[in-house]
Antibody
Framework: QVQLRESGPGLVKASETLSLTCTVS??????????WGWIRQPPGKGLEWIGS???????YYNPSLKSRVTISEDTSKNQFSLRLSSVTAADTAMYFC??????????????????WGQGTLVIVSS | QSVLTQPPSVSAAPGQKVTISCSGS????????VSWYRQLPGTAPKLLIY???KRPSGIPDRFSGSKSGTSATLGITGLQTEDEADYYC????????????FGGGTKLTVL
């Protein structure tokens, strides 16, 4: 059974770079059936997808965050990582990693996230 | 402002049925598949429905999903107090702002 766990600093200063790592156990990220994604949730608000990475290293990013986001993978450690630059208070959120299943089916996209990590809270301080 | 529109809240009594709507457009729900997630207080979201109407292993058949045109609906029958949670719909957006999009979430209260 695949499990994911986020790790990284819980406090980041404004204008600096947020860095988080997701460690996957129970399955390999080097698998052509899956993407691996990051989703965040500001306190008291809804979910926002940040981006996803495929085993080959190709990525999809949320257009609204694309200029500040880098998602990478380390298959030797079975981990994938998120870097978000130039953070502000608006980036304060719970950050989740998740396995992202995405398929193109006759011109339509089938996609969902399962399972999710427990999440890690990142606070941006001024 | 979310791309997908959900009612902020719904409520029903234990044992009753409730539905949660998710409204989108031709560039998202109208041409792609919908998934639904439940988020209990203080926990991570959990997949309830994928491919519009399919339940992952372990999700009881009290939960159902459907899609028609540019809208989707999550149904929950036999409500239990532990169903009290936030529910989110999600799908892929095909427009210039392409990517995964979620609804704003619906808080279900079991009275």
């Amino acid at each position: 059974q695949v499990q994911l766990r986020e790790s990284g600093p819980g406090l980041v200063k404004a204008s600096e770079t947020l860095s988080l790592t997701c460690t996957v156990s129970g399955g390999s990220i080097n698998n052509n059936n899956y993407y691996w994604g990051w989703i965040r949730q500001p306190p008291g608000k809804g979910l926002e997808w940040i981006g996803s990475i495929y085993y080959s290293g190709s990525t999809y990013y949320n257009p609204s965050l694309k200029s500040r986001v880098t998602i990478s993978e380390d298959t030797s450690k079975n981990q994938f990582s998120l870097r978000l630059s130039s953070v502000t208070a608006a980036d304060t959120a719970m950050y989740f990693c998740a396995r992202h299943i995405r398929r193109d089916s006759s011109g339509s996209v089938r996609n969902w996230f399962d399972p999710w990590g427990q999440g890690t809270l990142v606070i941006v301080s001024s | 402002q979310s791309v997908l529109t959900q009612p902020p809240s719904v409520s029903a009594a234990p044992g009753q049925k409730v539905t949660i709507s998710c409204s989108g457009s031709s560039s998202n729900i109208g041409n792609n598949y919908v998934s639904w997630y439940r988020q209990l207080p203080g926990t991570a979201p959990k997949l309830l429905i994928y491919d519009n109407d399919k339940r992952p292993s372990g999700i009881p058949d009290r939960f159902s999903g459907s899609k028609s045109g540019t809208s989707a609906t999550l149904g929950i029958t036999g409500l239990q107090t532990e169903d009290e949670a936030d529910y989110y719909c999600g799908t892929w957006e095909n427009s210039l702002s392409a990517g995964q999009v979620f609804g704003g979430g619906t808080k279900l209260t079991v009275l």
